[in-house]
């Protein structure tokens, strides 16, 4: 397929790899366009305006930060007709926004919906990242095929927010456990109990989840760098869950919690670093 990739970040660096392996014709965008150089070697077509990215393409993947710059880089140019395209959204952000862009797309001739992933920068390059689509029968039908270079097996979620608000649920969980599992591991440190003695009872718990050994190392040795997902994006996430939840009646005390406890991770310097570095905003490092 001739497709478009509008955002060669963390994500899209390693979804664009896997596309030009998997054989598409693939033309890459980015505001700052050092970072699309090295997919050149690889096949990409590199366009210095987001209009040159989309201009022949089908397909226009987004794999941009918030829809802040969704907006930016879609509705800011000169040429705004995407008649006869379909746009997928795979970034992180509410599903009221994701229907808001849809909206304003439609009104400019265009077929769009939301494919939000779960996984990071490996799942993306081996092609095993979950994706979470939110789209009609017939739009997940006819890119069904294309999703397989990215995820074995798409899981069709509703329709478009719905997708986006699943992804959300999902994060609620990162932010919480990696928040939960630093106070706890702060606990066992400041009181001197082994740390293996205290990760062996929990792994044969019903309390274990895998991200915790995933993280460990991180957070032994205090080490944050070399993120897959920093915590600059799980502080937008965390606003995004907060919004959501209060727009469905929900308490959002515990995301209020969260939002302090990664805020004060930023003001600590620690926004582009791993989202494990809420660590030392809960253990006062
Ligand atoms: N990393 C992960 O593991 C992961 C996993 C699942 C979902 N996600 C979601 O996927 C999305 C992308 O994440 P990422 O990790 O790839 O983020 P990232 O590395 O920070 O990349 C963000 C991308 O958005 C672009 N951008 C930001 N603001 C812009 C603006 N105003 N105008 C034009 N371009 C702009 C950046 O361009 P520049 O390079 O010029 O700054 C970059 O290409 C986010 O919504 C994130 O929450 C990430």
Known sequence: ????????????????????????????????????????????????????????????????????????????????????????????????????IQKELAARGADYFECPVLGS?????????????????AQFQKWKGFFKALGPDPWHIGGVGQAAALKLA???????????????LGLIERNHIPVEIFMDILRQSALYAPMFDKKLANWLRRDYARPNFPAKHLFKDVALIFQEAKDKGLSTESLEALRQLLLKTM???????????????????
């Open 170 to 184: 999902l994060n609620q969980l990162i932010a919480s456990h990696a928040v939960g599992f630093s106070l706890s």
């Open 1 to 100: 397929m001739n497709l478009a990739l509008l955002g060669v970040g963390l994500m899209g660096y390693p979804v664009a790899e896997r596309l030009l392996q998997s054989g598409h014709q693939l033309t890459v965008y980015n505001r700052t366009i050092a970072k699309v150089y090295p997919l050149k070697e690889k096949g990409a077509r590199i366009a210095r305006t987001p209009q040159e990215a989309w201009s022949e393409a089908e397909g226009i993947l987004l794999t941009l930060s918030d829809a802040q710059a969704i907006a930016d880089v879609l509705f800011s140019g000169t040429y705004s007709d995407f008649l006869g395209k379909t746009i997928i959204q795979m970034g992180t952000i509410g599903p009221s926004e994701s229907r808001a």
């Open 267 to 285: 003001d600590k310097g620690l926004g582009d670093l791993d989202y494990s570095s809420v660590f030392n905003a809960v253990n006062n490092i």
């Open 121 to 137: 920068r490996q799942e993306a390059a081996e092609g095993t990242l979950i994706l979470l689509v939110g789209s009609s029968d």
